[in-house]
């Protein structure tokens, strides 16, 4: 049976707006609560609001470590944590799931948080797999801006990427640049963007 206690990985995914940040920081609190060591990492890449919080759209936030590889986790990881939490695991290469496959085999608990898919509504970078090895997969939906149902989608609203941004599939930001949106009312954006 699936306990807690020992070392395993949970994936909280969806969307954006789904809510994702607000429940990784709910079971960070609660880890914290429970008076054991806890962890936070956070890709470099994320700087929309912060240069170290996670902050949920709602504007609760938690303190993270930047990190700018997976790796780097494994070199801050302490003997005597008991839970990492890491965000926006969808920016990480795919040597993260390795990197969490490593950390729940010591006995730890990884919370990971992220976007299932991009902003074309594909599976995001190394998640399928981490959703393939996890213990426990939650996934979230916002509402759809457009029709009120259910979103399962991050509408990308723009057409010009902002200056520094190399990537479209990279590209960080929340409310001015993307939407939450249902399957039938998300579209993929034309050609400028590949
Ligand atoms: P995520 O990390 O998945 O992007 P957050 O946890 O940062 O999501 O934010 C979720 C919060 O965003 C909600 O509790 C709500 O207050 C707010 N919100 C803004 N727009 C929407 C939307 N379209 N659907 C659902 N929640 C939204
Ligand atoms: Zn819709």
Not at 89 to 111: H, P, T
């Amino acid at each position: 049976m699936f306990t807690e206690a020992n070392g395993h990985i949970e994936v909280i995914c969806g969307s954006m707006f789904s809510g994702k940040s607000e429940e990784l920081i709910r079971r960070i609190k609660r880890a914290q609560i429970a008076r054991l060591k806890v962890q936070v990492f956070k890709p470099a890449i994320d700087q929309r609001f912060s240069l170290t919080d996670i902050v949920s759209h709602s504007g609760f936030s938690i303190q993270a470590v930047l990190v700018n590889e997976a790796r780097e986790i494994l070199e801050k990881l302490k003997n005597d944590t008991q839970v990492i939490a890491i965000d926006e695991i969808q920016f990480f290469s795919k040597e993260i799931i390795k990197i969490c496959q490593k950390i729940a085999n010591m006995g730890k608990r990884v919370i990971a948080a992220g976007l299932d898919q991009d902003f074309r509504g594909e599976p995001f970078g190394p998640i399928p797999f981490l959703l393939a090895v996890a213990e426990k997969v939650d996934k979230f939906q916002a509402i759809c801006v457009i029709c009120g149902a259910s979103a399962s989608r991050s509408q990308r609203i723009i057409n010009e990427m902002p200056a520094g941004y190399d990537s479209p599939i990279v590209l960080v930001g929340a409310s001015e640049y993307y939407e939450a949106r249902c399957r039938k009312c998300h579209q993929v954006p034309k050609a400028v963007l590949v």
